[in-house]
């Protein structure tokens, strides 16, 4: 099982951008999805963006147009591309892998945090 670390979280005024980026111990190729999810105080964790692959993504319809998420098998990681950031993005971003199609996110990094604010 790959382990997930998370980094280029930080501070950022509204409209603002950040890239956010997630390496993996291992090898990703052979998992199914890779995704991002984020978690605000008080709130549920949710889903942000995932890729199977270079077009196969799906986003939150709060982020559609402002992120972007990649994917790169042969680097091990998968970066998130965020623009026009609001002060709602503020949240502990999570990155997740999936390892077949019939199973679900259970891997996960220790997060990095977001805040968006002037």
């Known amino acids: 099982q790959v382990q997930l670390v998370e980094s280029g979280g930080g501070l950022v005024q509204p409209g603002g951008s950040l890239r956010l980026s997630c390496a993996a111990s291992?090898?990703?190729?052979?998992?199914?999805?890779m995704g991002w999810y984020r978690q605000a105080p008080g709130k549920q964790r949710e889903l942000v963006a995932t890729i199977i692959s270079g077009s196969n993504t799906n986003y939150a319809d709060s982020v559609k147009g402002r992120f972007t998420i990649y994917r790169n098998n042969d680097k091990n990681t998968v970066d998130l591309q965020m623009y026009s950031l609001k002060p709602e993005d503020t949240a502990v971003y999570y990155c997740?892998?999936?390892?077949?199609?019939?199973?679900?996110?259970?891997?996960w990094g220790q997060g990095t945090q977001v805040t968006v604010s002037s």
């Open positions: 997740g892998a999936q390892p077949s199609r019939f199973s679900f996110m259970n891997t």
């Open positions: 291992g090898s990703i190729r052979n998992l199914y999805r």
